[in-house]
């Protein structure tokens, strides 16, 4: 027997509401479940990955533009552009650690990646002490402040 979008769209609300509800132990029953079936998870979505391979890219660059956009735009106060030039092109915008230290820093947490140190920021709560510029002057910064 088929299911009519109306009541498709109930269920889908009533599950929603239910997972809000009890948010603590939904996540709790997810993470045992991953951890029983780590390896039959694995399995899939290496498949997965496989037979889609081109929408998993797009749909991870998509993500990593979005937080990337979050991420500047909050440390421009408003719109994405480099502290010293105002240039916006957000494809040459990176993060500067205002008082230097970035390599150490991203060294003492762990951190090597671009995306996997913005998400790092956001985790963190926007801390203080970073500023956006461009590779143009993030290397200038460096070169005449020795930093």
């Known amino acids: 027997m088929a299911v009519s979008a109306k009541a498709r769209e109930g269920q889908h609300r009533r599950g929603a509401t239910y997972r809000e509800k009890h948010k603590e132990e939904v996540l709790k ?4 479940y991953r951890e029983d079936n780590r390896e039959e998870l694995r399995i899939k979505e290496k498949a997965f990955y496989q037979d889609n391979k081109e929408k998993v890219k797009k749909a991870a660059n998509k993500y990593h533009r979005q937080m990337k956009e979050r991420l500047f735009t909050h440390y421009s106060n408003g719109v994405p552009k480099c502290a010293r030039c ?15 230290g970035g390599h150490q820093h991203r060294l003492r947490i762990g951190i090597t990646s671009g995306y996997k140190f913005y998400l790092w920021l956001i985790r963190e709560g926007y801390p203080d002490g970073f500023q956006v510029l461009c590779f143009n002057c993030n290397i200038k910064k460096r070169m005449t402040e020795g930093l």
């Not at 029953?29 to 045992?32: C, G």
């Not at 105002?86 to 230097?100: A, E, F, K, P, Y």
């Open 29 to 32: 029953r997810n993470a045992i």
């Open 86 to 100: 105002g240039i916006t092109d957000l494809d040459i915008l990176c993060i500067d650690h205002v008082n230097g």
